[in-house]
């Protein structure tokens, strides 16, 4: 079942005209110009079937392999909050909902997270749309750092990881699938629909978050440098 709750309202994400979209040679060592942490989370997202496709915060930066040219928003200045996207997966998901549940418990935890539909387009154009996980929060975090390196630590000890793919998607090329929700078990979908349908709490507590809510409001506050 979802860890995650599905987030009803569709996101669009700007990429340069020149971008490799649809056959990306470098979707690993393009994160170099960033850091080795931005190197391991797209080495862990795609060993996990996943993709580190983006993060914005005032420690890490912006980074991602969809952000090779600069800032895909094309806003001026700096974020205050922290953003950080990933392609969809069941294992990324469970590594994910892992990491933010440990936070609660420790008291650590501002972000909020869910699965959306997102679309990429090159001036205004669609290039593609692929199911994502998202986390957000408009402020910044704590311990920034610290929850990279979690979430780093996650990745390496998920018993889905295979690290051949990241390999081999450097070395031949990495093909994005424009099918944004292969990933679902349809009769799975199913039971929960009709199990929510009954809006018990014992139930919630069994199947998880609904399949459908609202995008909650994220402010995105920026300071410009000019």
């Known amino acids: 079942m979802n860890r995650l709750p599905y987030w009803e309202n569709d996101l669009d994400f700007e990429v340069s005209d020149l971008f ?16 080795d942490k931005m190197v391991g989370l797209a080495q862990g997202a795609m060993a996990l079937g996943s993709e580190f496709i983006y993060v914005s915060g ?15 928003e ?12 990933f392609g969809y997966s069941p294992a990324m998901e469970e590594v994910v909902s892992d990491v933010l549940e440990e936070g609660e418990e420790s008291g650590d935890s501002a972000l909020i997270a869910g699965v959306t539909e997102c679309i990429f387009r090159s001036s205004s154009v669609p290039r593609g749309a692929r199911k994502i996980i998202m986390m957000a929060t408009p402020l910044p ?15 390496g000890r998920h018993c889905s990881i295979d ?8 070395k031949f090329g990495f093909r994005r699938s424009s099918v944004p929700y292969e990933t679902d078990d ?19 507590n069994v199947v998880g978050p609904p399949p459908d809510v609202s995008m909650p409001p994220i402010f995105d506050f920026r300071l410009s440098l000019g």
């Open 20 to 35: 490799p979209y649809d056959m990306d040679w470098r979707p690993v060592s393009v994160n170099r110009f960033c850091g």
């Open 58 to 72: 005032l420690g890490s930066g912006i980074a991602g392999t969809m952000t090779w040219d600069g800032d895909p």
């Open 163 to 170: 690290h051949l793919i990241p390999y081999y998607a450097e």
């Open 74 to 85: 094309g806003m001026a200045g700096f974020s205050l909050g922290f953003t950080l996207m």
């Open 186 to 204: 349809v009769m799975d979908l199913r039971i929960a629909t009709v199990l929510h349908s009954f809006e018990m709490s014992e139930t919630r």
């Open 141 to 155: 975090l704590k311990d920034e750092a610290g929850f990279i390196d979690d979430l780093l630590f996650a990745m």
